[in-house]
């Protein structure tokens, strides 16, 4: 996060959907995992990067098997403000990004869509 006291908007934005993200899906949080850039930069902060030490999207990993069947994701989701921009999995707000991941091993037959039982294949 650039200078601590005067963090990018971009990246405050990023967190705080992030964090809407993690508040919305509720009981589901269980079956959750914060993966990707802001993984890395919660664990290891600025340092002596080569790349910017802040992301704009949100990458959150789905163990299916954890997942409650209520509420549905999608219907969580959408309550908590968020809309599903690109199908399968990567949902907005406030023009910040979030994308819902599956490890393949625990996705289901198919090369893009987890099934997800109840919740469908498009969350």
């Not at 914060?34 to 993984?39: E, F």
């Not at 406030?94 to 294949?121: K, Y």
């Amino acid at each position: 996060m650039p200078g601590a006291r005067n963090p990018d908007p971009e990246y405050v934005a990023a967190r705080r959907v992030l964090l809407d993200a993690f508040a919305a899906l509720g009981t589901h949080r269980k079956a959750v995992v914060l993966v990707g850039a802001q993984a890395i930069y919660l664990h290891v902060g600025e340092g002596d990067l080569a790349v910017a030490p802040y992301t704009t999207d949100g990458d959150l990993a789905i163990d299916p098997r954890k997942l409650d069947d209520e509420p549905a994701l999608a219907v969580a989701l959408t309550a908590a403000g968020f809309k599903l921009a690109v199908r399968p999995g990567t949902w907005t707000m406030s023009e910040a990004q979030i994308d819902l991941l599956v490890p393949a091993s625990l996705g289901g037959a198919g090369r893009r869509g987890a099934r997800l039982g109840v919740h469908g294949a498009e969350v």
